[in-house]
């Protein structure tokens, strides 16, 4: 993989967005306007132009990451595959797609670009949903893009750690909805703001999410882009109905495997979808899907690389 820092810093708004359905609402056009082409988006444009035929899979860093600091579960160690994540009944898909596309980053931060981190814990999905929500207040579930990485920038991360008397170890689902009604305790927004997400940027196109995973950053999906839950023989997924929804991209296969594709992380627990998978040790509930899939899914203007 390359070695690049990407970036674009992006201005947290208070527009009122209606959540729907799973949990993502399109962003507003002024929300939209906000975002403007800098250095960095055009670095990662340039990027374009070093892509190669490297398979890129970035959930084995999170995996590696965990099993080095002891943090597997037994049935991750029995498989040699990544769990999950479950958002349960709630609408908080942002939150767990950021929280995963986040793992990545810090991951590779680790292991690719060999910067001085320690890897803690993966990224608690409550909190990081609740941190996009920290401007935008209210009762509903549902939260966009750029609510989530404008948050990550403003007010920092939250991780499966102890803080003091809130223990955010294991997931909660139903603690998300209460935070993002009432907000964070003040002191988990104090901690937040000592691990921001200095750097993220919106992509385009699949050649720019394909670059941005070849240098090792995490991708949320935000769209209205539905599937059906069965893999075909490659592990891809058939594009059917309509989510607005959010999820992760963490990797990316050439031609040469069968077809060429882009790895989805679910976040809908282990036992959604069923058929094949590729390789043998994706992550659970991962799927492949097109680049001609993709493409719809980024027209949602809403779909951002986390550096």
């Not at 509903?140 to 920092?156: A, E, H, Q």
């Not at 599937?227 to 490659?234: G, K, M, P, S, V």
Request: proline share 3%; hydrophobic share 35%; aromatic share 10%.
């Amino acid at each position: 993989m390359k070695k690049i820092l990407i970036f674009l810093l992006l201005v947290s708004t208070g527009f009122a967005q209606e959540p729907v359905n799973f949990g993502w609402s399109p962003p507003s056009q002024e929300q939209k306007a906000l975002i403007k082409d800098d250095q960095y988006t055009n670095q990662l444009r340039e990027l374009v132009k070093y892509n190669d035929d490297s398979e890129v899979l970035l959930y084995r860093l999170i995996y590696r990451a965990l099993k080095d600091n002891n943090q597997l579960t037994q049935e991750e160690l029995d498989s040699g595959r990544l769990n999950s994540i479950n958002q349960g009944s709630i609408g908080e898909c942002v939150g767990a797609g950021t929280a995963r596309a986040l793992d990545a980053t810090m991951a590779c931060d680790i292991y690719i670009r060999k910067e001085n981190e320690i890897w803690k814990s993966l990224a608690n999905v409550e909190g990081i949903y609740a941190i996009g929500r920290l401007d935008n207040l209210g009762r509903g579930d549902g939260s966009t893009g750029i609510w989530s990485v404008s948050g990550l920038n403003k007010y920092g991360t939250l991780h499966r750690l102890l803080y003091g008397e809130s223990d955010l170890r294991s997931t909660k689902p139903i603690q998300g909805r209460e935070w993002a009604e009432r907000g964070l305790p003040k002191d988990l927004i104090e901690k937040a703001k000592e691990h921001k997400v200095i750097a993220s940027a919106l992509v385009r196109t699949p050649d720019e999410v394909k670059a941005a995973l070849q240098n090792g950053y995490g991708i949320i999906l935000c769209s209205d882009v539905g599937y059906n839950n069965t893999r075909d023989r490659l592990a891809f997924l058939k594009r059917q109905g309509s989510w607005s929804h959010c999820m992760a991209c963490l990797g990316w296969r050439p031609a040469s495997s069968g077809r060429e594709g882009f790895l989805i992380a679910q976040s809908w627990g282990n036992d959604w979808a069923n058929g094949p998978i590729y390789p043998s040790d994706c992550i659970y509930g991962g799927f492949w899907i097109t680049p001609d899939d993709l493409k719809a899914h980024l027209r949602s203007e809403d779909c951002y690389a986390i550096a």
